[in-house]
């Protein structure tokens, strides 16, 4: 077994313990490897291991490695989960298949807009500022739903929500307040969880953890 199978496997066991403990099967939770800053061949040995989903931060980085390698790998699905600037819309519509970093009114135009010329619909997960931090990026929480609602009336299927809790605090409640967002919303998707805490959002109902050093690193 290679290595990047030996750490696949292991996140996958972190996954599915958690699942059990929350009543949850392990297909109910899709594993995205978080490839930024990450060389091709890296993100060739994750593939040969089974990994068939993976996240980048910026559009230009993507573009630069990706191309050949959905070439060679069709069933890989790519993720966006940088914040976007609506000038990226045309190039992120043609490149991903889900994109978790809908945060206003403005990129849900400009990208249906370009979904619209491209013949092509991404998922988008509507991402919440959960913490309430200036710096970051999300709609603030008392507007998540009418964005929401805004993404139902588009041709973009509304993958979920989507949330970075603030660093250095117990994630946890953060996790759990976007999961009741979610249900007050009927929204089924939540991605949350990254490789220090997936364990803790997988059990408050994560469909979606995105997991890059504990992936990539020994």
Not at 55 to 79: C, D, F, N, T, Y
Request: proline share 7%.
């Amino acid at each position: 077994m290679s290595s990047a199978e030996q750490r696949r496997q292991q996140i996958l066991g972190g996954i599915k313990g958690a699942a059990k403990v929350a009543r949850r099967e392990l297909g109910d939770v899709t594993l995205i490897a978080v490839s930024k800053t990450r060389n091709p061949e890296a993100i060739e040995a994750l593939i040969a291991a089974g990994q068939r989903d993976f996240a980048e931060s910026r559009v230009q980085e993507a573009q630069s490695k990706w191309p050949p390698i959905l070439a060679r790998h069709p069933g890989v699905r790519l993720h966006c989960v940088g914040r976007l600037q609506s000038n990226k819309s045309a190039d992120t519509v043609a490149l991903f298949d889900v994109i978790h970093s809908l945060d206003r009114p403005s990129l849900l135009d400009s990208l249906a807009n370009e979904a619209e010329k491209a013949g092509r619909a991404p998922c988008v997960y509507v991402q919440a500022n959960i913490g309430n931090e200036p710096q970051k990026g999300g709609c603030p929480i008392p507007e998540v739903g009418a964005l929401v609602a805004q993404v139902r009336a588009t041709p973009l299927p509304l993958a979920g929500l989507m949330c970075i809790p603030p660093l250095g605090v117990e994630p946890s409640p953060f996790f759990a307040l976007l999961a009741k967002i979610a249900a007050e919303h009927g929204v089924p998707g939540l991605s949350m969880g990254m490789s220090q805490d997936y364990r803790a959002a997988v059990m408050l109902g994560a469909t979606a953890v995105r997991v890059g050093t504990a992936l990539f690193e020994d």
